[in-house]
């Protein structure tokens, strides 16, 4: 990152959403249901199968082996191979006028547990970086075998900590407070990330997308809604009132009921903000990425953050994943009075204290608020 340039990427270019969840917990039926609204109708959705989906009831013609025109106007593709030469080609005959215009590309994870290599193929690639643009990651967790699949696979859990939405599948079927305990586990997990309870897949298209930084229907970018920093001071401070009493009441229980520690592995995994005061040093700043990215970067999940950098008049925004970063992004101006640098971190194993002692130590300051 050390060299990256600050600059102001085009705002035209096309979101793509990425659907992301544990095996079973429902991403073919959201899928299925979202393929059949009107509002899809200018989305090009890329799966795997056909098949696997269902789509035959939605047909309208076949436009060639890896595309179909749906009747809300969905485009459908299939990956045949690489995602990268897929949403090259894509984007190719949409120029070319050989599909629809679509609008929104969503890219369905079947068969691929973490949702990271591809949030990484939209970050390096330079071709689709410049026409794609990451909105927001959709998370389904199944209600009745959630708590079990995050007790027992780490990937589930990572997939429900960097998601901007997280969908409770078969909700219908959990008992009331089996699906209360769960959405309490994912609120402390990843508090900025809304919840919602869905029945059979149907979920509105407008509550799953338009999750990232530019907000289409204000054309401008919207750090507050993006970034959500005041979440975790919420969540924080919601477990401070409600006392370690419970929390060991629950551990108790849980062990001697199934076995397993309710936090195995939410334990490993920490949401948090972190504040500076001063403008930052760009290169500085840099440096100190870069030594994360170097030492810990599978262990980094999610970054995102506003920063007051030094000799620059605006905020700037980065946002990367592991150890890839999105280009930052110059914002048009400060919003408020508040001009504090912001950084909210999803990490595994990596704790508040040392990020905030290693990023004082690279600015070479007093260190966070």
Sequence with gaps: M?????NQPPLERLPVSVITGFLGSGKTTLLKHLLAHPDMGETAVIINEFGEVGLDHLLVEKADDDTILLESGCLCCTIRGDLIDAMRSLYKRRVKGEVPPFKRVVIETTGLADPAPILHTLMQDPVLTAVYRLDGVIATVDAVNGESQMDRQMESVKQAAVADRLLLTKSDLSAPEKLAALEARLYRLNPAAPIQRIVNGAALPA???????YDPETKSL???RWLKEEAYAERDAHAHDYGHDHH???HH???HGHGLDVNRHDAHISAFCLTRDAPIDWQKFCAWVDMLTATRGPDLLRIKGVLNVVGETAPVAIHGVQHLFHPPVLLPAWVGDDRRS???FITR???RAFLTESLAAFLDDAGPA
């Design 253 to 255: 229980d849980h062990d």
């Design 2 to 6: 050390a060299e990256a340039q600050v």
């Design 207 to 213: 509550s799953l997308f338009n999750a990232g930084l």
């Design 342 to 344: 912001k950084l909210v």
């Design 349 to 351: 194993d990596i704790d």
């Design 248 to 250: 060991d009441h629950e």
């Design 222 to 224: 919207d750090v507050q």
